[in-house]
């Protein structure tokens, strides 16, 4: 700093006395009598005191050169103006000095504030523009995809940051122009085609920012790959705020192809429902969990506990939650079975929660048709448990996190699902407690899923294994799932089962091959993909509605209220004690009867399909 203030006041005086010299010349038309001179002479001083002193009061050398900014060159035109108005008022009002002639004082403020913002730009000119042009002519040429606000910051980045890219040009769909020019770097049409604009800006790479939707990175991929351009994505800034990512340029990822425009979230209502409250996060180490507990953590709750049966799990979300700013967030870790009577009814004794997710469930399809006791005892009487507690605890609200499976459901995990929103609903109807179930389809990456599944066969050299060539699921990624889930809770009334919009559903085999060509290989030279058949309990498709709910209220952009009555609660016990009586009989008869329980529920809403899509 003390470099900064003996480089720059020098400098600025020698410009302000230019400055004032030039606004002499110019009122005398460059013809400067001995008189007029010794006038000069003798307010110089004066001039030069008065705006060392603004510079001094207003900090103005504290300033870098490095990052001068639009809000710099206000600074620098308040602090002419304020000297200018201060030497006036010494030089006519105090008579203070030879007087100088008002039109001179005018001209010399008009010189001085562009002259000063230019020596300020000067080293930010050398460094985005004249040093580029020495030493990027050897680094590879790339475009930025898009001319958007997020586009825009990328280039600014780049250009101030220097890294191994020189960029060329911007690319966008919507540019019709061909000589648009933004931020000094020409603005193409998309509609050119990939391979001439390659060919034109002798381009290797294109950088596309991570708020592309999925769609439109998965046309920009195929193009880019035919012609022959490689493909990065660079992290947007809320990426880097929540620590998702570090500065800096990434490969694309099957997220990026999945990706869609993001929702616009009520952060009044949300705040209204998180912030300064007491939450409970149950399967808070999971996947839907962990994100739930990072998004309400950013929410500033009054307290956060989280609950796990895993201790490594814990151990994890414990030492990555407390690593985040958290302030007088008062964060908690339990290590406990949502089975457990004891163990739950301390949790809710010791916290007295008003906010609980119910996050934690078996959800492995293939393995909860081998293990049906289990499923039925963690998804159906470790959510009854929970939901029984936080009607005594009286809790304020409680919010299931369910899934598309409990629509028809085909298989073990679906059905216990089912029983649990059945039962989430039931007590909606006699408790103080607002009672929400979110349901939902598949989430990338998530503990089991298909996706790293498919990652680890890339990475052993494959063949990818895939059900059944026409298999399809929906799939969301899990920031955005509990963004949702969050505006959900924050805009559900008691009773009400919400369906997030999933989008089009996606097919698994076209998945299985993007994930390939993402990996750098080529289907089917370098990895095959493999049909194995449909696994016990999936289907081909799965559904977010029932025929009844066929026609749901839209409450949000993102989010529908189904049309679903909460069943008797007399019909739910019925079936919760038949349940608990087969649990003792075994695997067999468990799976029996959730079956013919389930076989009740559906029989009321049979789905179709036709109104799946409708409603989606």
């Avoid at 001085?112 to 523009?129: D, H, M, N, S």
């Avoid at 163990?343 to 078996?362: I, N």
């Avoid at 016990?573 to 079956?595: K, T």
Wanted: glycine share 6%; hydrophobic share 45%.
């Amino acid at each position: 700093m003390s470099r900064r203030l003996g480089l720059y006041v020098p400098a600025a005086l020698v410009v302000y006395f230019a400055c004032f010299y030039a606004a002499f010349l110019l009122k005398f038309e460059f013809v400067l009598t001995a008189a007029e001179l010794n006038r000069f002479h003798g307010a110089l001083p004066l001039l030069l005191a008065s705006k060392l002193l603004v510079m001094i009061l207003t900090g103005e050398w504290r300033r870098t050169f490095r990052y001068a900014s639009l809000s710099d060159l206000v600074h620098v035109g308040a602090g002419a103006v304020v000297a200018t108005i201060l030497f006036f008022t010494l030089n006519w009002g105090l008579e203070i000095g030879p007087r100088v002639h008002r039109s001179i004082i005018v001209i010399d403020c008009a010189l001085a504030i562009p002259a000063i913002g230019l020596l300020r730009l000067a080293r930010r000119l050398y460094t985005e523009y004249l040093y580029p042009l020495l030493t990027n002519r050897h680094k590879p040429r790339a475009v930025i995809y898009g001319t958007d606000r997020e586009a825009i910051a990328i280039l600014r980045t780049i250009k101030a940051s220097h890294p191994e890219y020189r960029v060329v040009g911007l690319i966008d769909d919507r540019c019709r122009e061909k000589f648009s020019v933004i931020g000094g770097v020409r603005a193409f049409p998309e509609a050119m085609g990939w391979p001439k604009i390659k060919q034109k800006l002798a381009a290797s790479h294109v950088l596309i920012p991570s708020t592309i939707p999925g769609k439109t990175v998965r046309d920009v991929l195929a193009n880019c790959k035919r012609a022959g351009l490689k493909t990065h994505v660079i992290p947007a800034i809320h990426e880097l705020v929540h620590g998702r990512y570090q500065l800096g340029m990434r490969d694309v990822t099957i997220a990026d192809l999945l990706r869609r425009e993001p929702a616009q979230l009520d952060m009044t209502r949300l705040n209204a429902c998180v912030t300064g409250k007491r939450v409970v996060v149950t399967g808070g180490a999971g996947s839907i969990g962990t994100e739930l507990c990072r998004q309400i953590l950013d929410l500033r709750p009054e307290s956060l506990v989280v609950v796990d049966q895993s201790e490594l799990g814990v151990f994890e979300i414990e030492n990555e939650l407390r690593a985040r700013p958290h302030d007088d967030v008062e964060l908690h870790f339990v290590i406990g079975d949502i089975t457990c009577r004891d163990s739950m009814t301390r949790v809710m004794e010791r916290f007295r929660p008003q906010l609980m997710f119910q996050a934690a469930a078996y959800k492995h399809v293939p393995l909860m048709e081998h293990n049906p006791r289990q499923a039925i005892l963690n998804n159906v009487f470790g959510t009854k448990r929970l939901v029984d507690l936080a009607d005594r605890f009286e809790v304020e609200q409680f919010v299931l996190i369910s899934t598309d499976k409990a629509v028809r459901p085909a298989n073990v995990m679906g059905s216990t699902k089912l029983v649990a929103e059945k039962y989430v609903q039931a007590a909606s109807a006699r408790s103080r407690t607002k009672f929400i179930t979110v349901r939902f389809g598949n989430v990338l990456n998530s503990t089991g899923s298909v996706v790293p599944t498919f990652r680890r066969q890339i990475a052993a050299g494959g063949p990818v294994t895939v059900t059944h060539p026409d298999i399809v699921r929906f799939f969301m990624t899990i920031p955005e799932a509990v963004q949702l889930v969050l505006q959900a809770a924050a805009i559900g009334r008691s009773g009400n089962v919400l369906i997030l919009e999933m989008g089009d559903p996606v097919k698994i085999v076209d998945l299985a091959k993007d994930m390939i060509a993402l990996s750098g290989a080529r289907y089917p030279d370098d990895i095959d993909i493999v049909f194995t058949g449909l696994r016990p309990g999936e289907k081909l498709y799965e559904e977010l509605f029932y025929e009844a709910e066929g026609h749901p209220e839209r409450v949000h952009e993102r989010i529908f209220c189904a049309r679903c009555p909460a069943p008797p609660e007399s019909q739910v016990q019925r079936h919760i004690g038949r349940l608990r009586e087969a649990l003792h009989a075994g695997d067999e008869e468990s799976a029996r009867v959730l079956a013919e329980i389930v076989a009740e529920y559906v029989a009321a809403d049979q789905p179709t399909a036709a109104a799946t899509k409708a409603a989606a």
